[in-house]
């Protein structure tokens, strides 16, 4: 009787399920490319994490697009697949977050410009240029003192745009919602 050796087969390692990624793995905005059998309306890339909540995303455009129903709407999707070529990787929410006050992060985070899917587009704070709150946040690093406004311009208080800083940005953008 004769056995045989199966080559070893090197499988990559899978997490447990609801397991949290590592510090260093990027959290993915999942991307997925969508074919509408259309004349004018929606076709493109949607973000979602299932291809379920991507088609309910056409669906809802389809019919907002077209003024009909469900059924209807979900006849015209020809296709949907996943895109990881355009998948958005973002950072783990980053170590200093958890030090700042609900009223610092909110100033951190509308100093980036929110934390959906367009956030990034901003990097500063316009207020006013003893604001206690602005200077404390300038004081740890998380923004600099950018072009001031006098106060003839700005209604009666002198005024300053704050500038997130790189360790600013960072955080923020580690805050930015995963969809």
């Known amino acids: 009787m004769s056995t045989t050796m199966q080559p070893a087969v090197q499988q990559r390692p899978q997490a447990p399920a ?9 959290r ?10 259309r004349i004018d ?3 493109g890339i949607y973000f979602a ?14 019919r907002d697009a077209w003024d009909c ?17 355009v998948d958005v990787l973002l950072p783990q929410p ?17 100093a980036y410009g929110g934390t959906g899917p367009q956030a990034g587009y901003r990097n500063h ?14 004081e740890t690093g998380f923004f600099r003192r950018g072009r ?4 003839r311009f700005s209604g009666g208080d002198p005024h300053t745009y704050f500038q997130l800083t790189e360790l600013g940005r960072a955080v923020a953008a580690s805050l930015v919602d995963t969809y």
């Open 41 to 43: 309306g929606p076709d």
């Open 18 to 26: 609801g397991a949290t990624p590592t510090p260093e793995a990027p």
């Open 94 to 110: 980053h170590p200093l977050a958890d030090t700042l006050s609900i009223e610092h992060l909110h100033i951190v985070t509308h």
């Open 28 to 37: 993915r905005r999942k991307a997925w490319a969508v074919h509408v059998q």
């Open 125 to 138: 704070y316009f207020t006013t240029s003893d604001d206690p709150d602005l200077l404390a946040l300038t």
């Open 148 to 151: 001031e406004v006098p106060a």
């Open 49 to 62: 994490p299932t291809r379920a909540k991507a088609r309910s995303k056409v669906i809802a455009d389809i």
């Open 69 to 85: 129903d469900w059924l209807r709407a979900a006849k015209h999707i020809l296709a949907i697949r996943r895109a990881p070529h």
